[in-house]
């Protein structure tokens, strides 16, 4: 089966068909355009949406992610977010390997189609050509011919009037004899063209024609091989990312099959429980007798003489705390408008802070300390008089930063010594405070718990406090090296470094690193050997020395 023999004369059709061909190529090309862009559009989508329900940082929304049930939720979020990345895979793959090749390829296509169908309009040009000269060559043979028979009747009359002259005959013989001549030579003519036109139809039909046509249908059938390969690139570009989504929904699956419910409703006894007692049982008070009826032990108006009535933050509280309004009013400092329980964690949470307060001041003033001793030892650098002021408020800010630690110290000491037994873990207290410091808590506590009207008295408590000040202050003053830098950072943004032990940076800048982010969000930093301070991690881009790391 050859288009050469089989459509020899079918030369306009097939070059309908072929450039019929080409359209439906680019028509594919279309197709997987569009289904790149909307697989684009249903990633984007996907991250958008991942997005809108993810938790919202520094939020009560993100206090709720203890719970394995909300955790698993983020954690199917975050499967989503990947699987979208799977249908931008997708789409790049697709642009990569079928969309970019098919449209370089119809290029070429076309340049190959015109440069066939442009061979085979020649050659029908010039079969025509022959044929032209062929049909030129037998009219003039048959015009010769027709010449040469009226010549020769002509002389044949003239030859025979006896009244013509001699001379009038000759001429009319020679006349004829050159007519008969001419249309030999058009014959022989004649007869060459046709033998050539002969043999370059032979030539057009059997050789030209069958070998353009063979490279039209050898070009066709790639075209058709080459949107079939590209069909099977589709589905295995699809077929590459299912093992990926695959382990996207495994991890969803997973991260259902991790929740606890036991786990989360112990979340919700540890975030809600008041640590009271139940309320007791409620005496029969009998009014037939009033002169004997007296008060019940268990009333909300009175507490039970024989048992120790329930002290919280200085204040009486009847055992039906659940039954009564909490106060919409102003927090008090030592949260006493909370369950035990509950202040118990509020106090914690605000020694936690209070001691990274502290924990950061104190290294802000470690770091203005080994400034001075650097401007001591190099004065062209600075005036070491000229951090005195800075020395001074941030250790007056570390004594405010302590007693107040120490004062919700003594309110949490007071809280746990009034709950049931507690493990050492929640009765966890800070690493800045020795056994000198606990002491002076537990008699705080004590002054506190022996006030009649449950005020609190900080005499005691400051007294020893200054002398546990005043050694950890003469200790942290001893001269020390300048810290070795352990890495260096790259600005992202440009910060302005307004408060105290903070340093400002510009955009691009590249600095020093003397300390890491210890987790409170900030990187201590050093430029040109005499400016040290803090900048907020999120702003630069940390480089570390590995070598002078570990060392």
């Known amino acids: 089966m050859s288009w050469g023999t089989e459509l020899w004369d079918q030369f306009d059709n097939l070059e309908k068909h072929t450039q019929w061909g080409i359209d439906i190529l680019e028509k594919y090309i279309k197709f997987v355009k569009e289904r790149t862009e909307i697989e684009l559009s249903y990633a984007k989508q996907l991250r958008n949406l991942s997005k809108k329900y993810q938790p919202k940082k520094n939020s009560k929304e993100e206090e709720e992610y203890k719970y394995t049930a909300c955790k698993a939720f983020l954690s199917t979020l975050n499967e ?11 789409s790049e793959n697709m642009t990569s390997q079928i969309t970019v090749d098919l449209v370089r390829y119809v290029q070429e296509l076309k340049q ?88 370059e139809q032979w030539e057009y039909y059997h050789t030209h024609i069958p070998n353009i046509f063979q490279k039209i249908q050898e070009m066709e059938e790639r075209r058709i091989v080459r949107i079939g390969e590209s069909m099977k690139t589709y589905a295995e570009v699809d077929r590459q990312v299912i093992p990926i989504i695959g382990k996207c929904l495994d991890g969803i699956v997973k991260a259902a099959e991790s929740i606890d419910q036991k786990n989360d409703s112990q979340l919700v006894v540890e975030a809600y429980k008041s640590g009271f007692e139940p309320p007791g049982d409620i005496e029969f008070e009998d009014y037939t007798q009033p002169m004997k009826r007296t008060v019940s032990d268990n009333s909300l108006s009175s507490s039970k003489e024989g048992k120790p009535e329930l002290k919280f933050g200085g204040k009486s509280r009847g055992k039906l705390w659940p039954f009564i309004k909490k106060n919409k ?7 006493s408008n909370f369950p035990p329980e509950q202040r118990r964690k509020k106090l914690q949470q605000k020694v936690d802070d209070l001691n990274k307060e502290i924990q950061k001041e104190t290294d802000q003033r470690d770091a203005i300390t080994k400034m001075k001793d650097v401007y001591l030892k190099n004065p062209q650098m600075g005036d070491p008089a000229s951090l ?24 949490l000491a007071e809280v746990e010594g009034r709950l049931p ?5 929640a009765r966890r207290q800070s690493g800045l405070y020795d056994g000198q410091t606990h002491q ?92 040290e301070g803090y900048v907020p991690t999120s702003y630069v881009e940390v480089y570390l020395d590995k070598n002078a790391k570990g060392s």
Request: aromatic residues 8%.
């Open 80 to 90: 989503l977010n990947d699987y979208a990345g799977q249908h931008e895979v997708i």
């Open 421 to 425: 037994a507690r493990s050492e873990q």
């Open 440 to 531: 002076t808590v537990t008699n705080c506590a004590q002054d506190r718990e022996s006030s009649p009207d449950g005020s609190y008295t900080e005499e005691q408590s400051q007294e020893s406090e200054h002398k546990v000040l005043a050694t950890d202050f003469d200790d942290e003053f001893d001269d020390e090296e300048p810290l070795p830098a352990i890495g260096t950072c790259k600005a992202l943004y440009t910060f302005e470094g307004q408060n105290e032990g903070t340093i400002s940076v510009v955009e691009g800048e590249t600095l020093s690193v003397i300390e890491e982010d210890k987790g409170d969000g900030w990187t201590r930093i050093r430029r040109n050997e005499d400016e």
């Open 388 to 411: 005195d002021h800075k020395l001074a408020e941030v250790t007056q800010n570390i004594e405010k930063l302590r007693l107040e630690a120490h004062k919700f110290e003594a309110w």
């Open 329 to 335: 009013g102003v927090t008090p400092e030592d949260f």
């Open 112 to 199: 190959e189609r015109k440069s066939n169908f442009h061979d085979g309009r020649k050659a029908q040009q010039h079969i025509e050509t022959c044929w032209k000269q062929l049909e030129s060559s037998k009219r003039r043979f048959e015009r010769d011919c027709k010449e040469a028979d009226r010549a020769q009747q002509y002389f044949e009359k003239m030859d025979a009037d006896i009244n013509v002259t001699k001379a009038d005959v000759e001429k009319a013989r020679q006349q004829a004899q050159m007519r008969q001549q001419m249309a030999e030579d058009s014959k022989a003519d004649y007869s060459l063209i046709l033998q050539r036109f002969n043999q």
